[in-house]
């Protein structure tokens, strides 16, 4: 695993935009894993800038995201794939497509699931997989749980994952409970994770997830067992981790 600690979030976003855009000059035909949330739209933002002031070329790269809320269509301003369009592609010059996100409204959800783990395997999975993590210790939708789970499959959203993503939702407006994830094994066969967690609310699961026991009950310390697994995190991320000493 290879760590690197910046001084905050506009770092660690530059830092994960510098990595992806290295691999998509070096393999135009690259394979994104995508995720949602906060933790990623500095990064995002500055693949948009870097598309148009460094003419960074979207026209090759496939992208799969991680995962969608079940009972939203791609419409809904919440949906992911409305988050997906409204802060990456509809901002570079990336085929429709080429974008991929699980269908939250699909009649057939374990299809749905199954059809996903398929498209991966024809993708031949993909170059790098970016990923933020829960305070709860998730990454994608994999919420803690008495085993891993391999294939893409829908879950019961945690009451703390559900009260975490309110915030996005406006007031009075129901929050989804249930979501399609990808798989610990669409995560795994990856070539390159790329973990990105910034401030205090994400320091126990970063020490757990990173230095902590692999277990279940904390899904994003499967990395662990990952070949090649890239960590950009803040100080207050990395607060509880022990390396470093807090200042008086």
Known sequence: M????VSNEEEMSL?????IAALVRIKPDAVLGL???STPLGTYEELVRMHGEENLDFSRVRTVNLDEYIGLDGNHPQSYRAF????????VNISPANTFVPNGMAEDLERECLEYDQLLEQLNFTDLQLLGI???GHIAFNEPDDYFTAHCHCVDLTHETIEANRRFFAEGED???RAITMGMRGIMSSRRLLLLASGKKKAEAVAAACFGPVSPRVPGSIIQLHHEVTVIADLDALSKTGLFEEAD
Not at 2 to 5: F, G, N, S, V
Not at 15 to 19: D, I, K, V
């Open 2 to 5: 290879k760590l690197i600690c």
């Open 15 to 19: 830092e994960a935009s510098r990595l």
């Open 35 to 37: 995720a949602t949330g």
């Open 84 to 91: 997906m369009n409204g802060y990456l592609f509809d901002r």
């Open 134 to 136: 829960g305070s709860n």
């Open 175 to 177: 929050v989804p409970t």
